[in-house]
């Protein structure tokens, strides 16, 4: 399993990461390693950085000047399942959330789409990049995912590859088993998951999801979900049927 | 769809429902309603109370006195999908989330199980009541979940009928296609979910599932997920073998 170790802290740098070589800590990083967790010189903290694989690392050095070197390679660099998510984005606390599962969930890359009843127009983006880090931290994802900025659906559908499938989850879709639909889809170079606003697609949405060549409407059942939890529910039937799950 | 009207209040009541027969407002629903709503004399409000089905209601009176009388009824009253939810209680936020989640997943029951990890002893059963509630009160859930008192481990096994299938998510279990193993999996009279404790299991629990006559080991990907994530990752996957969503 990728983390079974839940009681080292677990850090994403910036930096280069290659054994022996120590990486100054930024002063939140510090802060949170010496004063919060109460680390002394010499304690176990694991690194990575989205490139260079993961690493343990020994603290080192005192309040500003601490550093961490890495002791010993844990894991080697993985790309990951080629799985985007597209998303209308929600307010505040619900979008960090959202952010937050679905790096959980191992999406490669964060996408905020504004449709016509996306109720947000601005995003925090700095936010949504510190929600997926942390998440990436705490989850043990070695990368690190693509955050976006934000587009037009319109946009987003145009600049769509063509030889990637477009799942797109519609509380309006007839009922259908979503393992059928997902098991009758053709294998593609990728996959992106979009997840409309609270109160759905509007009808010119859903009439240009059906000309892209490549799309799958998906049903979620006979109730109407959360936002976050269609993301996350969606998430798993696609990894199971084309991501790292299998 | 069940639920495409996001507009109109939606409330479950305790009483019986039946057409042009009033039913008096509890003093929180009669806040809610005419405070926080401002809802006016002859307002349309959703009633369910999980046995009558459900009805477009009418509001009526004032402040304390007011009343809702059903004046159209809309759905037929649903049993929900034989999907019970056996969890590790976390604690105060995390629980309350997951609690929700559950239920706007389908699940007919929440089973507390006390495991050798679990972190929390105590649990408020009317706050678990109060979010399984919400959550079917916003998500369109016709029926209203079994809230269990908390059992050991042992006790919940123990008493775990013959012919339903036990699904427990393991994450030491060696990485294998979900879809597969539930593909495999024969029909049951009912599944059950059981989610363990940030930690997870240990050796004697696990060594007690695999003495059980109808279990399955479901690995839910390479990396570790949360309780709160895993619970609607595997009811999603649930729902879609043996539930309604197909």
């Known amino acids: ?8 802290p677990r850090l994403c740098v910036d930096d280069d990461l290659a054994l022996d070589r120590p990486v100054p800590l930024a002063p939140e ?32 050095g005192e309040k500003k000047r601490a550093a961490l070197t890495p002791i010993k390679k844990l894991r080697e660099q993985e790309t990951p399942p080629p799985l985007d998510y597209l998303f209308a984005p929600l307010k505040h606390a619900r979008l960090d959330y959202m952010a937050q599962k679905a790096v959980e969930m191992g999406a490669r890359s964060l996408r905020p789409v504004l449709t016509r009843r996306t109720q947000v127009a601005r995003l925090n983006l700095e936010r949504l990049e510190a929600n997926a880090v942390e998440a990436c931290e705490q989850c043990g994802v070695i ?19 063509q030889d990637r499938l477009l799942v797109f989850c519609d509380e309006d879709a007839p009922l259908a088993n979503p393992l059928d639909a997902l098991r009758a889809a053709p ?12 109160g759905g697609f509007d009808e010119a949405e859903r009439a240009s999801f059906t000309r892209m060549p490549n799309v799958l409407r998906l049903s979620l059942g006979p109730r109407i979900l959360r936002a976050d939890t269609a993301a996350v529910a969606a998430l798993a039937l696609l990894q199971a049927r084309f991501g790292d799950w299998r």
Chains 1, 2 share one sequence.
């Open 187 to 198: 294998d593609a170079a990728g996959v992106g998951l979009l997840i409309g606003p609270e």
């Open 29 to 60: 990083a510090a802060n949170y390693l010496q004063n919060v967790l109460r680390l002394k010189p010499g304690a176990r903290v694991l690194l990575f950085n989205g490139r260079d694989g993961e690493f343990a690392a020994s603290l080192s």
């Open 143 to 161: 990368w690190r995912p693509e955050i976006h900025v934000p587009q037009s659906l319109d946009a987003a559908l145009a600049a769509w590859p």
């Open 1 to 8: 399993m990728a983390r079974t170790d839940f009681t080292t």
